[in-house]
């Protein structure tokens, strides 16, 4: 059984490679909860189930041109970690659609038995997006 760093330096050895989908299909278990800083109609902040993180990872890499990314981390303790995540990206579609922008987010992943069972996102949204 793997334990939580293991987990955490295999996630972030496959998202330095852009390989969302094998992170998602190795490390996650069917249970997986995910929640974002913000969400909408078409994406919720809160999202559940394998099935419905592997959409989510496609939408994302079917709707952002990505120039680079760089992941720091893990930072382990006890049954969790953070990575740190700089991304460099052209949306494709919606209102940034054409507009190159560069993010940083932080990523909060618990771990049980060897798979990540929650992953948590924080980011700024600008405004008042934490209210």
Request: hydrophobic letters at 35%; a neutral charge; glycine letters at 10%.
């Amino acid at each position: 059984m793997a334990n939580t760093l293991e987990t955490g330096k295999k996630l972030v050895e496959l998202c330095r490679q852009g390989k969302y989908l094998d992170a998602v299909d190795t490390l996650y278990s069917k249970d997986i909860v995910s929640i974002e800083a913000k969400g909408d109609a078409a994406m919720p902040a809160r999202t559940q189930g394998i099935e419905a993180i592997r959409g989510k990872n496609k939408w994302w890499m079917e709707n952002h041109e990505i120039h680079g990314n760089e992941v720091k981390g893990p930072f382990p303790h006890g049954d969790r970690f953070v990575a740190v995540m700089k991304m460099d990206v052209t949306p494709k579609a919606g209102p940034h659609a054409g507009k190159r922008m560069q993010f940083e987010e932080a990523a909060l992943y618990t771990v049980r038995d060897g798979k990540i069972v929650r992953e948590e996102f924080f980011y700024d949204m600008g405004g008042d997006a934490g209210a």
